[in-house]
């Protein structure tokens, strides 16, 4: 059973607007949570996160908000670049991180 | 360059065949792991070691090994493949046990035939 929810394998922006990225999570004793960034051919790496104690974190162009009542996590990014095009993870912590399934980013120019 | 090295970065295999992925960090950090990562599965941790000398079982440690002599290296064992095992292997490193953030390798690409 998927401790971790990433519900929308996919999700398409325009350049400049904002992204959206969401996460599910069931375990209520998930007391950190993360998001990493992969692109094609390379291993996945750290973009920010955020402690149970939190319900935001900014880091530039990224901000990621957490509804623990809700069991949700959510990563914006604005203004999207093309650059960004990748596939996301939101990864939940108790012990050993679980990870969500990906999002796979398209920021259209 | 501090990092993760994997090797290699692929590899086509028989089944049956053994074969051990080689992962070394030069960051001191004292946890690593082996995730698998498959489409529509995300990445699935393996086996783990907190500490060098101990080892740990993931979510899908079934026909895995690894073993941890020392702080940098973490070699990731295939017995006796098996074409379910065909996946794209990530190795990754923490400074400590609980959470941290991980520092992931490059990957290893295995197809097993």
């Known amino acids: 059973d998927q401790q971790v929810k990433q519900n929308s394998p996919s999700l398409s922006v325009q350049e400049g607007r904002i992204s959206i990225l969401n996460c599910d999570y069931t375990?209520?004793?998930?007391?950190?949570f993360l998001w990493y960034k992969k692109y094609p051919a390379e291993g996945p790496t750290f973009l920010i996160s955020?402690?149970?104690?939190?319900d935001k974190n900014e880091d530039g162009r990224f901000t990621v908000f957490l509804n623990k009542s809700a069991k949700h996590l959510s990563l914006h990014i604005v203004p999207s670049q093309p650059g960004d095009s990748a596939v996301y993870f939101c990864?939940?912590?108790?012990?050993?991180?679980?990870f969500g399934t990906g999002t796979l980013l398209a920021v259209q120019p | 360059i501090a990092g993760i090295t994997q090797a290699p970065t692929s590899q086509i295999l028989a089944a049956g065949r053994r074969m051990t992925l080689r992962c070394t960090q030069d960051?001191?950090?004292?946890?690593m792991y082996w995730y698998r990562q498959d489409l529509g599965l995300g990445l699935r941790l393996i086996h783990y070691s907190n500490t060098a000398g101990t080892t740990g079982k993931g979510e899908v440690p079934d026909g895995y090994s690894v073993s941890r002599a020392n702080t940098d290296d973490f070699p990731l064992t295939l017995a006796s493949a098996v074409p379910s095992q065909t996946s794209v292997y990530f190795c990754?490193?923490?400074?400590?046990?609980?959470?941290?953030?991980?520092?992931f390798g490059p990957g290893t690409r295995l197809t097993v035939l």
């Open positions: 960051m001191r950090h004292n946890a």
């Open positions: 375990n209520s004793m998930f007391d950190y």
């Open positions: 955020i402690s149970s104690i939190k």
């Open positions: 990754a490193s923490s400074d400590t046990q609980t959470g941290d953030t991980q520092y």
């Open positions: 990864a939940a912590s108790e012990d050993k991180l679980i």
